[in-house]
């Protein structure tokens, strides 16, 4: 999920408690899981969830629309509409690059606490390392610590949050985010292209400064992985958002048809998912064959759940509109048969982490 990084709501309790690395070291091998983490409701009961081969869509075709196939069109319409999520492939990054992407996110939470500790959050922030913000007593926390930057716009970077320490760090993720910004621009072109509508409907929303924020999530083991998760059932406040997933150890599962179902690991490829904003500004445009009160884009809801014997590491990539955006439908597509669904909202994403800790979805709030 995307928090913001500028306007989030002032958490009521902030910081003092430790990430979860440091709980582990603390407690010595000491199998007793703190009970802030144990969800009582909604645990994830993991065992019997099902892989599903999410689509996988060739970037490198989407890219010549002029030689995409109806069918490969049409592949990548029901990846939006029926999963809102599809991993993405001939991105134009190397699995060699990649591999150093997650090398370099693995050796950053192999560093020693104190080291760490240098980039760590302060209050009130939402850029840097630390682990779950803390809004409410009753809040069940996340197994997982995070590394938060804000990458685009360049002035919301934060360089003192940028890990010096493994050496290539900050060139590694600026190269890596120059090239999803390429991606994200073709995706959105792409997504407006399949579902007919003005090929630079999404793009412009994003516009020429859209915004960054990147969240290198670390997942320690856990003795309890029936009790525990990494990341609390949502769906991100963005656009769309860039996964890039463990190379061995699996995690993220979605929700689809009221069931949860494994995604797969493909070590070459970006899990891309649709995010919220997308959902609300879709779901005002015509279309044939659905009632459009149920939208057309999907922003899946998603969790993490935790492994037993191996940690797990991710970068997600969140891209949102420029802050300053109103997200609305397009007048000429409303009317009576097609009404508005959603209010209009700017700076979702402000509103949408504090939703995220009490387990409710800030899209409901924004319904009509
Ligand atoms: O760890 C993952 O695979 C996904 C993380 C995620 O959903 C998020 O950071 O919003
Ligand atoms: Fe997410």
Redesign the pocket.
């Known amino acids: ?1 995307a928090e913001s990084s500028s306007t989030i709501a002032k958490p009521k309790i902030e910081l003092g408690s430790k990430t979860v690395q440091e709980l582990l070291l603390l407690a010595k091998g000491e199998q007793q899981v703190p009970e802030k983490y144990i969800h009582k409701v909604g645990a994830p009961d993991a065992s019997s969830v099902q892989l599903k081969n999410i689509p996988v869509i060739d970037l490198g075709l989407l890219l010549t629309p002029s030689s995409i196939t109806e069918q490969q069109l049409d592949n990548f319409r029901s990846a939006l509409t029926t999963w809102g999520c599809f991993q993405v492939i001939n991105h134009g990054m190397t699995p060699e690059f990649l591999d150093k992407v997650r090398e370099m996110t693995k050796q950053f939470f192999a560093l020693p606490v104190e080291e760490k500790q240098k980039y760590l959050r302060e209050v009130n922030d939402i850029q840097g390392y630390g682990n779950d913000t803390i809004f409410s007593e009753q809040q069940t926390l996340d197994w997982s610590d995070r590394l938060y930057l804000s990458v685009y716009p360049e002035e919301h970077r934060k360089l003192k949050f940028w890990p010096q320490n493994p050496k290539s760090f900050s060139e590694t993720l600026d190269q890596y985010t120059m090239k999803l910004q390429v991606v994200t621009k073709t995706v959105l072109e792409a997504m407006a292209r399949s579902l007919n509508l003005d090929v630079n409907c999404f793009r412009d929303l994003y516009g020429e400064h859209g915004k960054m924020d990147v ?1 290198f ?1 670390f997942y320690p083991p856990c003795s309890r992985p029936d009790v525990v998760l ?2 609390k059932p ?1 769906a ?1 406040a963005t656009l769309i ?1 860039h ?1 890039l ?1 463990d190379k061995q150890v699996e ?2 599962q979605f929700l689809k048809d009221d069931q949860w179902f494994r995604a797969p690991i493909i070590p070459e490829a970006l899990l891309i998912n649709v995010g919220d904003q997308a959902e609300m500004l879709d779901c005002w445009f015509p279309c044939d064959t659905q009632i459009l009160s149920n939208g057309i884009l999907k922003s899946p809801v ?1 969790r ?1 759940v935790i492994n037993p014997d191996t940690e797990r590491i ?1 970068l ?1 990539a969140f891209c949102m509109p420029e802050s300053d955006k109103e997200i609305e439908p397009l007048e000429s597509l409303v009317d009576e048969s097609t009404p508005r669904l959603y209010n209009k909202v700017k700076n979702y994403d402000s509103i949408y982490f504090e939703y995220y800790q009490q387990g409710r979805r800030p899209i409901e709030a924004s319904k009509i």
Do not use: E, K, P, Y
């Open positions: 999920m969240r999530n990494g990341v949502h991100d958002t996964v997933q995690g993220l998603h993490v991710s997600a």
